[in-house]
């Protein structure tokens, strides 16, 4: 058991898409975001934080998972008030954040093992996984950045963290496509439908 706090965040708008509730969306008779909690269950994480702007529409999904969910209000202010809020609500016990986009269901379990298991030999580095040279997500911070994690504003997630701390970031250069397919138009969701 490490003692790693994945969150999720799941507070989007989906603006590109028709879907309010992309997340929600069937994927082999199983909503999009349920394949990513799946996923982080067989985990030995310290604990997963799901980040939404409304806990209501995901109320059935609300005890087939082992998560805290948390609302994130402010979300219009974009994607780094979620990781706030994320960051926020995690263990004070916690060595590092493992930030898992929700609309991201294939990222292979294997990834996530590689991620933490990386952690646990360099636990001061940032960890961010590539395939074929190009980054994906999800990425861990070592817990020494939940300030500057805190400090983050506007829709860009953490990429200006991986900028000014680049001397520090480890690249994990891994077999997964997943990392790189999210759904984020309804092009993206039907490329998805063809892929499964």
């Known amino acids: 058991m490490s003692n790693v706090s ?43 934080i799901v980040v939404v702007q409304s806990i209501a529409p995901f109320h059935h999904l609300l005890t087939s998972f082992p998560v805290r969910w948390v609302e994130n209000p402010e979300a219009e202010y974009g994607l780094a008030r979620s990781i706030q809020y994320g960051v926020r609500a995690a263990s004070n016990a916690a060595t590092g954040y493992l930030f898992v986009l929700g609309d991201m269901p294939k990222v ?15 636990p001061d580095r940032i960890l961010v996984p590539r395939y074929h040279g190009q980054r994906g997500n999800p990425v861990l911070f070592p817990a020494r950045f939940r300030d500057a994690l805190l400090q983050l504003s506007g829709d860009q997630g953490a990429r200006s963290l991986l900028q000014r701390y680049a001397d520090q970031v480890r690249w994990l250069d891994l077999d997964d496509p997943g990392i790189l397919i999210d759904v984020d138009t309804e092009e993206d969701y039907q490329h998805l439908l063809q892929q499964s």
């Open 108 to 122: 292979q379990p294997r990834t996530y093992a590689t991620i933490l298991h990386q952690h646990d030999r360099f």
């Open 6 to 48: 994945a969150i999720v965040l799941a507070a989007g708008f989906a603006r590109r898409m028709q879907q309010k509730q992309k997340l929600l969306l069937p994927l082999q008779q199983k909503p999009i975001l349920s394949w990513v909690l799946e996923s982080l269950a067989a985990l030995p994480l310290g604990e997963t």
